[in-house]
């Protein structure tokens, strides 16, 4: 029961920050795509753009929770919950590929394949599933945030696949390149939090998630335009439009 309530804490926490990206696929971004879907060079267009906004959206939190997951469950929870933290820093990286490869998903709906996107769904969960038999037993209940996060980069790499053979899909290389830096802003975070003691971790950590932060805010600027509501929300933090004025390199 320990186990479980621990997993509990670090799921309600690592979804927080991804919840309302994901809810946006849906709302947004599946209506452009099924518009389009029939436009190859349109639909791919979209998957490109959507999963930039994605990362740059979500990325900001996940940063922030991999550098304060210690401090972050004992204000929320207690010190009780502190092996919750392990669990939250995995499930944290498995939430960045979720929102990475949810795009791709919707490309199945799009095109009416229904039980397509039925079967490829059931075989991901199937999969966490094992993954989570497997490794509990043998990694603890941090082995089921293992599993999480080895389904969604299981997910991502088959979802690719797939797209490439339905619609001729291939990730862009500025979404790539976007992907590829908050990868490496992710695992810098997470490993100075590992290998330093707690308050120079937490300092540290919390640098990388503020220049990360920033440099989200900087490309969300360029992809949505300063007049968008978030930009404009970003802007009134004195010392921000300093920094959205500076237009990110092509």
Known sequence: MDAVGIYQAAWSLSGMFAGFVLTAMGTD??????????????????INEQTEIGVLLALPGLLVTLALAKWIVWALYSSAFAPATNVLVWMSLGVFGRVVSWPLGYVQLALNTGKWYAATEFFFIALQAALVTWMVPRFGVVGAAYAFFGCYVSYFIGMSLLTRRLIGFRHSPAALRLIAIATLLMLVTMAVSRLLPDLPAAILGSACAFVGGLWCLRGLSHRLGNDHRLIRAATRIPGISRVLAKQEPQ
Request: net charge neutral; hydrophobic share 50%.
């Open 29 to 46: 971004f599946y209506p452009r795509l099924t518009a389009v879907i029939d436009d190859r060079v349109a639909a791919i267009r979209e």
